[in-house]
């Protein structure tokens, strides 16, 4: 979905040609998809195969296939690897849909009428140098760029081969996991996020010029395979992206959009295949983790709740937020996602009103009074759907909302007919599912759209940012777009509020647990063309023992709101 962005160019110059190196002719599905985007793309073209003549011995890029136990057996470093042979089978049997992200399909229709050079290369073992012949070969067919999806890791002349170098996947975050198996070692290591990089390859393994980067949320426990999907498939989108770029500003632009390069932060230099002894103390780790878990197990759910307080003169980053005042909602039901809106001398507060029993949310709104009281919330909006992140705002006379609707799969945008209580759907704004939609209007005039995208089920969501002339008019991907790949900081967390002159973004944490904290962004630059942004302030869930996450902050001229995740018995929460 999101690759769809970026399928056409504006830019003037001849369609770029791109090379591949494969093993075979089948790929992963997610490099398939890769191939997928660069054929239905109008700047771009398959130009020309490498294929790798015999397979790597011991080259299996996705670490995904186990070994046969008797091929084990015989070899002494297969059977130091035994146990985590093993424990894939049994991941992929406990988690046969994330493990299908791994699944080779048949590419051939792809690469059907496109040149193909066949190379044998030097060197033995996990280096891989090209004879002169096939070097030669592949120059000669004056390639823009080659994507690496086959052989092992590449040294010499082959490295120059393509005028803009050859593009690699690495899955593991290079700042933390360089080598593999991808995916496994965060898992190992419970480290919140897993990153997959784009890079353009060097003599130095993983040190390469970073292209762009992706920070999914770990899942966490025991299981590699489910740790997959997010990463992989929120991963597909860049190399069309960064093609796009290439083709519309030049090599330059896409340059200078590089990730920083960091000091390496690692446990280990280098990650390897877990042997044995390794797997031992990962599988008993894991499983101390678990019984411990079960022993001290927390009869307490987690239940979402709203609180508010006068607002404060501070920033909300700083100072306490320990006396913000919990509101109680009914019995079986939780609200959050709270808004603000003040309208002829009255305060509201919307929320996400979701009842356990429907598992579908509505929204609903109740008066603040002015010693703080609030009133009884009503229902306002309910749609044979789920509802949540009510933005509410006033433009041309009149008050708007737009509720997260992701299972209409579009964006929507609803006119109060009867403020606060009727409202009817006015227009489609965008037929995608978005998370967390906010409007911004610049001082330009132009309308800019926040929201976030996944490209497939299961990946994890971009921050995109989209412009229009009016509240109505069709929206236009800006440039900047993807603001942001990383977990921590891709969803909002509330509207754009002003702090001593400056605009902030509130983004919403989604790592080790849904609704963890909540960052603040200070906007430096918001124009047609330039966005840029820098964190400014964290707040946790630290004001209070039973509470264990935050994700939606809002704020009006009298009112400062927040939502929480509380531990509460189960009959609290009906």
Not at 245 to 253: P, T
Not at 306 to 319: I, K, M, N, S, Y
Not at 362 to 369: G, L, P
Request: net charge neutral; aromatic share 12%.
């Amino acid at each position: 979905m999101i690759e769809s962005f970026h399928l056409h160019s504006t830019g003037t110059g001849p369609p770029l040609r791109i090379g591949v190196m494969i093993d075979g002719s089948e790929l992963i599905d997610p490099f398939a998809e890769v191939l997928r985007h660069i054929r239905d793309a109008d700047f771009a073209e398959l130009a020309l195969v490498i294929r790798h003549v015999p397979h790597a011995v011991g080259g299996d890029l996705t670490g995904s296939r186990p070994v046969r136990w008797a091929k084990a057996l015989a070899d002494p470093k297969r059977r130091r690897q035994l146990l985590y042979s093993r424990y894939l089978q049994w991941d992929a049997a406990r988690n046969p849909a994330a493990a299908a992200t791994l699944d080779l399909v048949d590419c051939s229709d792809l690469f059907e009428g496109v040149p193909e050079v066949a190379v044998t290369p030097l060197g033995k073992g996990f280096v891989h140098r090209f004879p002169a012949d096939a070097l030669a070969e592949i120059r000669s067919r004056d390639l823009d760029v080659i994507l690496r999806f086959g052989f092992n890791i590449l040294k010499g002349e082959i490295l120059d081969a393509a005028r803009y170098g050859i593009w690699s996947y690495h899955h593991g975050d290079n700042d933390f996991y360089r080598g593999g198996p991808p995916m496994f070692w965060e898992v190992a290591e419970d480290a919140p996020l897993t990153g997959t990089i784009l890079q353009v390859l060097n003599e130095t393994l993983d040190a390469g010029l970073v292209l762009a980067k992706t920070l999914a949320p770990t899942e966490l426990g025991m299981s590699r395979a489910a740790n997959l999907p997010a990463a992989y498939r929120a991963a597909e989108p860049m190399v069309i992206e960064k093609l796009q770029r290439l083709h519309e500003r030049g090599w330059q632009a896409v340059q200078a959009e590089a990730v920083p390069a960091a000091p390496f932060q690692g446990r280990k230099k280098l990650y390897r295949t877990p042997d044995n002894r390794e797997m031992v103390g990962f599988l008993g780790g894991k499983l101390g983790e678990a019984v411990r878990r079960r022993l001290a197990r927390d009869p307490r759910l987690r239940h979402w709740q709203v609180a508010l307080r006068p607002r404060a003169g501070h920033a909300p980053w700083e100072g306490t937020w320990r006396d913000f005042r919990w509101l109680r909602s009914p019995r079986g039901h939780y609200y959050a996602d709270p808004f603000l809106f003040e309208h002829q001398g009255r305060a509201w507060l919307f929320v996400e009103d979701f009842p356990y029993a429907d598992e579908r949310g509505v929204i609903a709104c109740a008066e603040i009074a002015a010693d703080g009281r609030v009133g009884e919330f009503r229902t306002v909006l309910d749609r044979p759907y789920h509802l949540s992140f009510p933005f509410v705002f006033q433009q041309d006379g009149s008050i708007w909302m737009i509720p997260e609707a992701l299972r209409s799969g579009r964006v929507e945008l609803y006119r109060a007919t009867s403020f606060p209580f009727r409202w009817e759907l006015d227009h489609v704004l965008f037929e995608r599912p978005g998370l967390d939609t906010i409007l911004h209007v610049g001082e330009d005039g132009r309308h800019y759209f926040f929201t976030s995208l996944r490209n497939r089920p299961g990946a994890h969501a971009h921050l995109y940012l989209f412009t229009a002339d009016d509240l109505h008019a069709p929206w236009r991907l800006h440039p900047a777009s993807p603001l942001s790949r990383d977990a921590r900081y891709a969803r909002n967390a509330g509207a754009l509020f002003q702090q001593e002159g400056t605009w902030v973004r509130p983004s919403q944490d989604t790592t080790l647990w849904y609704g963890r904290q909540t960052h603040f962004h200070a906007i430096e630059r918001l124009t047609a063309t330039e966005y840029r942004e820098h964190l400014v302030g964290t707040r946790g869930a630290e004001w209070g023992d039973s509470l264990v996450g935050t994700h939606t902050y809002s704020h009006s001229a009298r009112w400062e709101v927040i939502d929480g995740i509380a531990l509460v018995d189960p009959m609290q929460r009906g």
